[in-house]
């Protein structure tokens, strides 16, 4: 051990002593360059984990007490889905049948205007009538004037009309075309159609078939809603007859 020491304290009187000298002669000496060695990487040794030391028999362990897992649920049987269920479809039952109830005829005072294609047939023309020659004049004179007229328009042959408590029956219109006519017969509610009275022709006026003051009124009057079902039968100037039915409900006005 002294032999160390004493070595130790030369070596480091030698150095003082060479930095003593180095001072005074205001030199410089550059110390030679090392090359360093390459570090060698530090390789981090593994962490042991001590083991503990195993337990004297009959020392309790202070171990934690975990729950025990819980049982898994038994599986379900997979169930389709309920398909739905078409109603049943019940057949009719037959029903009991019902007792026929008749119908009652509907009066004839509330149908309507009787086309012509349901008219009855014409009768014979009146015996003491006489056939006039078919001439064109152009003054509707004739049944070849007028026929096409009538036939036409046989909806406007009469008119009923309710006027001072009194049922008021007009064939204006008739009398407006008499100059091809011969006679006019008229019945009500089912009786037998009998003449009216017509007009003569005034051949002297522009207009023959003119309504004029002596010529009296084209109507007659009735007692109050009276006047249900007309029949007109025409006889043209050539002795050919028409016959149409009308109703009230199909010639009113008001």
């Known amino acids: 051990m002294l ?11 030698q150095q003082a002593a060479a930095i003593d000298n180095g001072s005074s002669a205001s030199r410089v000496v550059p110390s030679p360059v090392v090359a360093e ?8 040794a593994p962490a ?29 049987p997979a169930t389709a889905a309920p398909q739905p269920v078409a109603p049943a479809i019940l057949a009719p039952q037959p029903s ?6 008749p119908q009652a005829a509907a009066p004839q005072a509330q149908l309507a205007f009787l086309a012509p294609r349901t008219q009855a047939a014409a009768p014979a023309p009146a015996a003491n009538l006489v056939a006039e020659p078919q001439v064109p004049s152009g003054r509707f004179l004739t049944a070849l004037e007028v026929r096409p007229i009538l036939n036409a328009t046989r909806s406007n042959w009469i008119a009923v009309r309710e006027y001072g408590g ?5 064939v204006t219109h008739l009398w407006s075309w008499r100059c091809g006519l ?7 509610n089912g009786a037998a159609p009998e003449p ?4 003569q022709c005034h051949l002297e006026q522009p207009q023959a078939a003119a309504i004029l003051e002596g010529d009296g009124n084209p109507y007659r009057e009735f007692p109050l809603r009276t006047v249900q079902l007309i029949e007109v039968m025409l006889t043209y100037d050539d002795l050919t007859t028409d016959r149409v039915r009308f109703n009230r409900a199909g ?3 008001p």
């Open 3 to 13: 032999e160390i020491f004493l070595l130790m304290l030369a070596t480091s009187v």
């Open 37 to 44: 060695a390459p570090a060698v990487a530090q390789t981090e």
């Open 48 to 76: 042991v984990i001590p083991t503990p030391a195993p337990a004297p028999q009959g020392t309790a362990l202070n171990l934690p007490v975990f729950p025990p897992a819980p049982a898994a649920a038994p599986a379900q």
């Open 96 to 101: 009991a049948p019902q007792p026929s109830v």
């Open 166 to 170: 009194k049922d008021l029956l007009y």
């Open 182 to 188: 011969l006679e006019i017969r008229i019945g009500l």
């Open 196 to 199: 009216w009275p017509l007009p």
């Open 251 to 253: 010639v009113v006005i």
